[in-house]
Structures are given as structure tokens and as C-alpha cells.
């Protein structure tokens, strides 16, 4: 049992005895008590809160002068575990021996606490006392006393510990085990490698726990570090081992070792390279590169994914053809593995690299190795793209054009256009319209002039394309466009350029769309209203909006639009907008909507002013008394009596 969990344990037994005996009243002690005060406490017949609370001050302000009365604290099993607690921190010889003194007196569970002490002050002078203990009958006092020894961590209580190993009872094995490893573990600390070495070997036994092993295997490696010792354990068969002694080689230093790792990185079972080039990866030693590069064309799979991955610490530019050659594996991992790397390392010369190899590596690769240099911003990137876009592979062109999309500006588009010009699959026209698109809204109007003129010679469905494109890149010319478009002989021309002018952002449309509205051809109608209402929702002017939405209200011919410029109204909470929803209230075909955007206009009014409160609440009354739909007359009710409160 650790001291933590008997110090929880005591405090818990000591509370419910005391409930038990009725310490329901609570003696305070003042905070500003003095040592003389506080002993005084602990020598009265106080209860054991005003004892408790006196140790737990005493553990910060006092001094040798209390020791004797919380000395005379350890025997009592309810306040032995306070008393330690102040014994403990306390950096006086008169404190220890009170401890040790207490270990005659004590009956098992406070004996056990007072061990617990001892090895926590580290007090050598208990040594001589905590040895026999170890023989304990009591499980729990015999391995306290072991965790005790290997805490104080002198050659005499190492020495106890290793003589009991097969003495004690099993129950108690695994605390001494324990104890060994601690007290090792110290000695190293304290400058005594070959003792704590000597220790350490023998907890590598493999009938030990493995968490002894572990820990005894780590402690070895800094108490006598060797690189040979490291090499045996990754040739073993225990994968645990072999695992920590490849976090030993990621944790230590030193060139010779690197380079000694690596020369026998090849000897090795599969199993001990991989965890060995993990090792060389965390070490980041650039003296472990050629090894590993090597590695990456071994003929088992997991030593090159192993190596692959090492390289992304420990490559650099050389290894980029060897990376750029696994982009092409067949084997989705590996290919996997090399593109991640790719992306990892640092630095132009990475991407130089890259670039030289680009033209000779196959279309795949060359599909790879655009989208590795996109997304690393390569200086490289735009004119391979180009380039691509330019050849006569498919899946290269789609390279080029994704990429592009990306990082291409007005100097590429050109080439782009080009191609849409030539290519006639609808995939790579899609692709094509998409990277123009992207650089037409980075470029911006000085890109128009480009397209306006391809669009001339341009075969239909092409102009087609041209036309959306246009249409992103927005700006004056580029409505007047669409509207020309709007009369184009072309029917599909004509149609585009209408549903173009329909989902125009920006206010400069508005007279158009208002225009269309006003159309006999209700296709064209209600494209035009729609639109124009959708510009009137974006109008930040509230007496512009309510011009808009007031004319809009006039032009609709159908329901459904009529939705659509009540809900523009809803979302406007002025006095103008009651005024134009409430006639609707005696529409049936929008009736609902209409007490909808009623109910909402109102609500936001009556927050606003007494004089809007008093519309609001009008407002709500009509919906009342014209709606039947039980939904909206309690939707209505609610909001009526939120407002009359």
C-alpha cells in the first residue's frame, strides 16, 4: 500500500471512529495560535477537531519544542496519522527519533504509518529498526517497511531487500520488488551507478512484473549506458523490452552511439529494426541518415514504412527520389507513408528537389507530387501546374487544373482558357470552369478582357462557361455582360445570362431585376422578383428596403412569391411592415405566413418603444381575432401577453 493510499485510509477510519463516538462538536483553534498555544491544545483534553487543526498548524510553524507532544499523538489510532503528518516535513534529528521511539509503542495500523514516515524523511537511523519488519506477519507492515527501505536507499537497506527476495511472503513480493527499484533508482541519483546497476540487473529477471522489468530495464540504461546492451535487447524476442530500449536510443546523445546504431541496424531482426529506426527518429542524429535511408528499400514491409517514417525527421534533399519513387508504390501504405514524409520535411531545397524530378517521374507520381507542392506553397507549384495543364495525359491536366485553382493568378490564365477551349469532356470542363472561377475571383476585372475575347470564338456551350465565370468575377462590365447575354440568338446563352442576373449580389442589378418582374413571360417574372426581393433582404438602408419590398409587393402574380416578399417584411420590424402584412390576413393563399410575420414584427416593436408596444399589441389582437389555426392563435396569445406585461 503507497503512503497516499494509507494516508486516505487513516483519514477515513479516524473520521468514522470519531463519528462513532460521538465528536459531533467542533473546539476551533485560532489561526494565529502560537506553538505554545497549539501544544497546549495537544496536551488538554480538547476534542479531536482542536487537536487535528492544532497538528495541521504545528506541521508549518513548529519546531522541536512540539515534538515531544505530538510525539506522545503517535500511539492513539485516531490521531497518530495528524500527528505523523506534522512529524514528517519537520527538518529536526529530535522529530526522526520520535518516529523511530514510536515504533515500540505502536500497534499495527499505526505502525505501519510511522513506517510510512520514516521512509519518506529517508531516515537512515530506521534502517536497523524497518529490516525485521520486512518479516512482519502483518502483510501491510511488512510492505510498508519494503517501500520504507527502498525510500531511504542505503547500502545496508538495499542489501535487507535483496537478502529477503526469497524469504518473505508472496503477498509481500511485489512491494519489495518495488522497493528494490526505488531504492536503485536512488542510488543512481546519489552517484552510485554500480550499485544501483547491480540491482537493476537482477529486477530484469523475467519472473518479475513487467512494470519492475520496465522500470529496472530504463533505470540500467543511464546507471550503464551501453549501445551493445541496447543492440542485444532489440535482437531479443520481448517486444516490450525491445520497445523500451528503442525509447533509450530516442531519449540518449552522443554521434558514436548513432553511428553505431546505425552500422547495426541492418544485422537486426525485422522486429528490432523497426523499433530501432523509431529510436533514430526521435534522436533526430543526422549521422543515422544514410542508414535509414538505406532501410527504405528493404524487402519487408514494415522496415521501409519504418524507415520512411524516420526519414521525416532525419531526411533531406537526397531522399527525395527515393521518397519520390514510393509515391508510385502499389502499395497504398507505403505510398502513403512517403507522401506524408514528403509533406513533413522542411525547406526550398525540399521542393527544389521535387521539382527536378517532376518531369521524369511517371503521370502518377507527377499527380502526387502537384498536389505534395500545393499544399507545402511551393515557389515550383504554378509553372509545373502550367505545364500540366499542357500535356497530353488527362489525369495530369487535372493536376495542373487543381492546382491551379489553388495558387494560379491572371499570368495563368491564359492556359486555362485554352484548354477549355480544346477539351470536350464534360469532367475536365467542370475542372477547368472551377480554376478559372478561382482565379477570376483573385484576379478580379482585369481577368474580363481575357475571357470576353475567348468567349467570341467560343463554341456555345463553352460560352456558356465563360459566362459563369464572368458572372463570379462580378464589377460593372461584367453585369453588362450577362445583360447582352439576356438577348443573345442562342437560347441556352439566354437562359444562363437570366439565371445569372436572378442570383446577382450586388444593388447595381436591382433596376434589372425590377424590370423583369414587370415581364408578361412569368418564368422571367418570377426570376426577376425573386431576385429583386433577395437584393431588397441584403439593403442595409431601412427606407430603401421598405421602398423595395413595397414596390416588390406590388409586382407579385403568384402565392409563392408572395411568401417570399411576406417573409422579407417579418424580418423588418417597423411600423411600414405591419402595414403591408396585415391586409394579407384576409388572403387565405398566404394567411399563415402573413400572421407569421406579423407575430415577429410585433414582438421586435413592442421592445423597441411604448409607441411600438402599443402597434404590436394592436397587431397581435387583429391576428387574434382573424386566425383560427390553433398553432398561430397560441403562438399569438403568447406573444400578446409577453407584451402586455
Known sequence: ??????????????????????????????????????????????????????????????????????????????LSHIARYALEPMPFAEAGKALRDGLAQATDLTKAGIVISLGARRDKEAVPLLIPLIMDANTDIARTAAGALGRIATSEAADALLDAQDTVAISVKP?????????????????????????????????????IRMGAFRGLAYAKPSADWIEDTLEGDDPVLRDMAAQIVAETTGEKDTKYYAKELPELPE????????GLAARKDPAARPAVAEAVASKDKNVQLAALKALATLGNAENVPALMERLGSEDEDIAATASQTLTALEGPEIDAAMANGF???????????????????????????????????????????????????????????????????????????????????????PMLPSLLTAMKEAPMEVRVIFLRVIAQIGGVQALDTVLAAMADPNEPIRTEALNLLSTWTTMD????????????DLSQQVLGLRGYVRLAQS????????????????????????????????????????????????????????????????????????????????????VLGKCDDATI?????????????
Open 175 to 211: 512491494a519489495l520488488y518495488e522497493g528494490l527499484l526505488a531504492a536503485a533508482q536512488q542510488m543512481d541519483k546519489n552517484g552510485e551507478p554500480r550499485k544501483a546497476a547491480k540491482i537493476f540487473n537482477q529486477l530484469l529477471d523475467p519472473d518479475r512484473a513487467m512494470n
Open 1 to 78: 500500500m503507497n503512503d497516499r493510499k494509507w494516508r486516505l485510509s487513516a483519514v477515513v477510519a479516524v473520521c468514522m471512529a470519531a463519528m462513532m463516538m460521538g465528536c459531533v462538536s467542533k473546539t476551533t483553534v485560532a489561526e494565529d495560535a502560537s506553538e505554545a498555544e497549539l501544544i497546549a491544545v495537544l496536551k488538554s483534553d480538547a476534542d479531536w477537531f482542536a487537536k487535528d487543526a492544532a497538528c495541521r498548524r504545528l506541521r508549518v510553524i513548529g519546531t522541536a519544542e512540539s515534538v515531544p507532544a505530538l510525539a506522545a499523538l503517535l500511539p492513539d489510532a485516531k
Open 509 to 520: 442589378a436591382a433596376p434589372h431585376l425590377r424590370k423583369l418582374a414587370e415581364s408578361a
Open 271 to 278: 522486429e528490432g529494426q523497426v523499433a530501432l529506426l523509431r
Open 539 to 622: 439593403e442595409t438602408a431601412v427606407d430603401k428596403k421598405i421602398t423595395m419590398l413595397t414596390d416588390a409587393m406590388g409586382l407579385v402574380k403568384r402565392p409563392d412569391e408572395k411568401k417570399l416578399v411576406l417573409s422579407a417584411w417579418g424580418a423588418l420590424p417597423t411600423p411600414q411592415s405591419l402595414t403591408a402584412l396585415l391586409p394579407q390576413l384576409d388572403d387565405p393563399a398566404v394567411k399563415t405566413e402573413a400572421a407569421l410575420a406579423v407575430i415577429n414584427v410585433a414582438t421586435q416593436l413592442g421592445k423597441q418603444s411604448p409607441e411600438g408596444k402599443t402597434l404590436g399589441i394592436d397587431a397581435l389582437k387583429t
Open 359 to 445: 518531369t521524369t517521374a511517371a503521370v502518377p507520381v507527377r499527380v502526387k507530387l502537384l498536389e505534395l507542392l500545393t499544399n507545402r506553397r511551393a515557389a515550383q507549384t504554378v509553372p509545373l501546374a502550367v505545364q500540366s495543364v499542357n500535356d497530353s495525359d488527362v489525369q495530369l491536366r487535372g493536376a495542373g487544373l487543381r492546382a491551379l485553382e489553388r495558387r494560379g493568378g491572371q499570368a495563368e490564365a491564359p492556359a486555362v482558357i485554352a484548354l477549355m477551349l480544346k477539351s470536350t469532356e464534360a469532367a475536365e470542363r467542370s475542372a477547368t470552369e472551377s480554376a478559372l472561377g478561382a482565379i477570376g475571383v483573385r484576379t478580379g476585372e
Open 633 to 645: 392563435h397560441d403562438t399569438a396569445q403568447n406573444a400578446l401577453t409577453a407584451l402586455q406585461k
